[in-house]
Each structure stands twice: as structure tokens, then as C-alpha cells.
């Protein structure tokens, strides 16, 4: 079993849905959880990060995260066709801990926003 | 700003050639990985070096090397290529207190035949 699991989709919306992407996993020494957004033919860039449990809230983008049931969800409002890409999920555990700094990445979900 | 540099883009072997994919970051970070990207997979940790001089396995490093020449140039090296070596390998950096914040070059897609 993976230490993170992510519906690879793909995933298609009509512009304007709201699209809603998950991950669960199974590690509890994680403490930081990000989400990636990855253009095709290019790295990673880092889209939003959470310390712990919460939400936090970018414009049209929510992340939220629920450590009781090992679970991270990405909202994206008002989607638009510039939103397509594969987007990664990925974590990393505290500060102090030997795998501080090495994350660990979902499958990625590739989303299609079509007009 | 460069960030992430890799070297080459593409590159295609043939199984047992040996090669060196070349990564360097202008950013002054301290930690730098070597990543594998495979559909369906996700990225994968091949090695990680945590500060100039030191390197450590990471999820999947068997059949690659490493060497982490200077605090800017972080290599991986195929000895012997294998066919399910075929992926897309990125290089990453990260400030030295930024756990979420890994900087990724634009990849090496890498094919072995």
C-alpha cells in the first residue's frame, strides 16, 4: 500500500465547475501538505501548503486538510481552462524527523477544464 | 533567474550504455533531489542530499548513483541502463527551512531501448 494514494482521474469539468481533488494516506508523522500543479512538459511548481489540520484559502483555490481521518482535499472555484494540468498532492514530515524535507507525492490527477 | 537547471532534456540509450544527468541551482539551497516521474506513480525519490557532502537513498535508488559535486551541482548517473529506467527524471532544490517548498528543473525524459 502507498504511504499517499490520489485518484489519477483524468478528470474533465466544463469551465466555471467547481472541481474538488483528494488524497488520503497513511503515514501520521506528516505535517505538511502541499499541493503541486504540474503543466505538461514541466516541473512541479507548488501551488498551496498547509502545516498541520485546517483550511487556507488562495483565491479560487481551498485546501483543506483533516489529520483525524488521514485526508487532504483541493477546491478550485470557477474553474477556467488555464486550470488544466496534473495536480500533485504531496507531504512531508516535521521538522527533526529524518524525513524532514523528502517528500512524498500522490499519483497526480490529471484535470481538463474545456470551455 | 535560471532556478533549476537539468541537463540534458532528452536523451534516448541504449540498454547497458551508461550516462550522467547534470543538475545545478543558482539559488544558494542547501538540500537537492533527484526525482522519477512515471505515469500512474507519481514522483518517486531515487536519492536526496541533505548539505554539500552528504547523499542518501531515497524510495526507488537502485541502479543509480549520485554525487553532490558542490552546494550548487547535484548529479545522477546510470551506470548500466535498464529498459525500466525509460521515465522522466527532475531534479528539485529547497531552501534549508522551507519543508514545502521543493524548486523542480523542467525534466529529463529519458528513454531506454
Known amino acids: 500500500q502507498k504511504e499517499v494514494e490520489q485518484d489519477p482521474g483524468p478528470l474533465s469539468v466544463p469551465e466555471g465547475a467547481i472541481v474538488s481533488l483528494n488524497c488520503t494516506y497513511s503515514n501520521s508523522a506528516f505535517q505538511y501538505f502541499m499541493w503541486y500543479r504540474q503543466y505538461s512538459r514541466k516541473g512541479p511548481e507548488l501551488l498551496m501548503y498547509?502545516?498541520?489540520?485546517g483550511n487556507k484559502e488562495d483565491g479560487r483555490f481551498t485546501a483543506q486538510v483533516d489529520k483525524s481521518s488521514k485526508y487532504i482535499s483541493l477546491f478550485i472555484r470557477d474553474s477556467q481552462p488555464s486550470d488544466s494540468a496534473t495536480y500533485l498532492c504531496?507531504?512531508?514530515?516535521?521538522?527533526?524527523?529524518?524525513?524532514?524535507?523528502?517528500?512524498?507525492f500522490g499519483q497526480g490527477t490529471i484535470l481538463t477544464v474545456h470551455p | 533567474n535560471a532556478g533549476v537547471t537539468q541537463t540534458p532534456k532528452f536523451q534516448v540509450l541504449k540498454t547497458g550504455q551508461s550516462m550522467t544527468l547534470q543538475c545545478a541551482q543558482d539559488m544558494n539551497h542547501n538540500s537537492m533531489y533527484w526525482y522519477r516521474q512515471d505515469p500512474g506513480m507519481g514522483l518517486r525519490l531515487i536519492y536526496y542530499s541533505a548539505s554539500e557532502g552528504t547523499t542518501d537513498k531515497g524510495e526507488v535508488p537502485n541502479g543509480y548513483n549520485v554525487s553532490r559535486l558542490n552546494k550548487r551541482e547535484f548529479s545522477l548517473r546510470l551506470e548500466s541502463a535498464a529498459p525500466s529506467q525509460t521515465s522522466v527524471y527532475f531534479c528539485?532544490?529547497?531552501?534549508?527551512?522551507?519543508?514545502?517548498?521543493?524548486?523542480f528543473g523542467s525534466g529529463t525524459q529519458l528513454s531506454v531501448l
Open positions: 498547509t502545516y498541520s489540520s
Open positions: 528539485a532544490s529547497r531552501e534549508r527551512d522551507r519543508a514545502e517548498k521543493l524548486f
Open positions: 504531496a507531504m512531508s514530515a516535521r521538522a527533526g524527523g529524518t524525513s524532514y524535507g523528502k517528500l512524498t
